[in-house]
Nanobody
Framework: QVQVVESGGGLVQAGGSLRLSCTAS????????MGWFRQTPGQEREGVAC????????YYADSVKGRFTISRDNAKNTLYLQMNSLKPEDTAMYYC????????????????????WGQGTQVTVSS
């Protein structure tokens, strides 16, 4: 059974930083690309950042490029999202998920199957 647990969210002022963490168990963590997603009420979940199974390639949505950094520690089965220069529009529930496709890379199309979801962690950025 795959379990995903996100943590690290909170309330921060605009311009501040947060670091999200995600652990995934029940699958070979080091064989799956991992992604961060976010969702606000009434909106579809959107992909924010992706990292390949090796960590060698990444993809970022234009809205976070240059401000967010995704990384992974395969020895700890942990994914990270360093968020700097936060804006009020970054306010959302943040989720991480593995791509079900083994040994996958990242792309703007978010190809593959992303459907193992945790409970998410709330990020709120005040202006």
């Amino acid at each position: 059974q795959v379990q995903v647990v996100e943590s690290g969210g909170g309330l921060v002022q605009a311009g501040g930083s947060l670091r999200l963490s995600c652990t995934a168990s029940g699958l070979p963590f080091d064989s799956h690309a991992m992604g961060w997603f976010r969702q606000t009420p009434g909106q579809e979940r959107e992909g924010v950042a992706c990292i390949s199974w090796t960590g060698g390639s990444t993809y970022y949505a234009d809205s976070v490029k240059g401000r967010f950094t995704i990384s992974r520690d395969n020895a700890k089965n942990t994914l990270y999202l360093q968020m700097n220069s936060l804006k009020p529009e970054d306010t959302a529930m943040y989720y991480c998920a593995p791509n079900r496709v083994l040994l996958s890379v990242c792309s703007a199309s978010w190809s593959g199957t992303w459907d193992y979801w945790g409970q998410g962690t709330q990020v709120t950025v005040s202006s």
